[in-house]
């Protein structure tokens, strides 16, 4: 991997200081998004891959990594517009979007909310999902479904866990990113950045937006990456479900490309960083 360090910058946006990591200042703009409590460095194995041909921007989300956490505004609508004022303060007119799970989301809805400043639409294992659209999927089983475990554990207890689940794919650079999203104590206890009652707004938020509706209002050539992982099969319904919509995005975005990740964990960024870098860079060449 290219031995290129970030920039961390701060960035104000009305009442709020927003932390993004900048990895180059030269090329074509591509800005990265995160998923639901998780943090820009979740690109750190991405970013520099793309560099210095694009300059690479990757944003912590309120709430998020080291930007501010308001006690309002845990909602699509004002994420987006976060979005908008975060690339207004750093000059970006035109750029790709690039968004993993929430992050998805929030690309999607920005993109069809403004055409004439996202070139490239990437959807990284999110932004295609329609929770609604399964049958017998109500709000309440859902909402056990996106609730957070609780990860309050010593340092090493939690290492161990991503250990474990990260198997062969474990390495420091991905414990690292991991650590990257969440906050350590005086006493070495992990703890979530996002608190839950704003974790489950933004689940809520998740089952309320109709992706498969949308489709067809992205203008801008766009990359579907969904991931599935080994276990996929040991709940049939939920990937027949997934591959549903996949289905859907492939008929409805007018410039829409698949590009599946098979035996692939749901961070694809760091499971596979060097082939959706290289899925990235093609796009927007």
Request: net charge negative; hydrophobic share 40%; glycine share 6%.
């Amino acid at each position: 991997m290219p031995a290129v360090s970030p920039n961390d910058l701060r960035i104000a946006v009305g009442d709020l200081t927003f932390h993004v990591r900048s990895w180059s200042d030269q090329g074509y703009p591509i800005v990265l998004l995160h998923g639901l409590s998780s943090s820009a460095q979740t690109w750190n194995l991405v970013a520099p891959l793309l560099t210095p041909e694009f300059r690479i921007i990757a944003i912590d989300e309120r709430g998020h990594g080291q930007s501010d956490r308001p006690d309002l505004g845990y909602d699509l609508a004002t994420f987006v517009s976060d979005v908008e004022g975060i690339t207004a303060a750093l000059g970006l007119e035109r750029f790709a979007l690039v968004g993993q799970s929430w992050g998805g989301h929030v690309a999607l809805e920005y993109a069809i909310q403004h055409p004439d400043a996202v070139s490239h639409l990437v959807l990284v294992d999110g932004g295609f999902s329609d929770m609604q659209s399964r049958e017998g999927l109500t709000w309440e089983i859902a909402e056990k479904q996106l609730t957070p475990p609780d990860i309050r554990m010593p340092l090493p207890a939690f290492v161990e866990r991503i250990r474990q689940r990260w198997g062969a794919g474990y390495s420091d650079d991905v414990r690292d990113a991991i650590l990257g999203n969440v906050s350590i104590d005086a006493r070495g206890v992990i703890h979530p950045n996002l608190p839950r009652e704003h974790h489950m707004q933004l689940a809520r938020a998740i089952w309320d937006h109709r992706a498969s509706l949308l489709f067809d209002k992205v203008r801008c050539p766009t990359l579907v990456v969904p991931a599935e992982s080994s276990e996929a099969a040991s709940n049939p319904e939920r990937q027949r479900s997934r591959r549903r919509a996949i289905a859907l995005a492939e008929q409805r975005l007018p410039r829409g490309k698949i590009l599946w990740m098979r035996d692939t964990h749901h961070d694809v960024q760091l499971h596979r960083p060097v082939e959706l870098a290289n899925a990235i860079a093609s796009l927007v060449r």
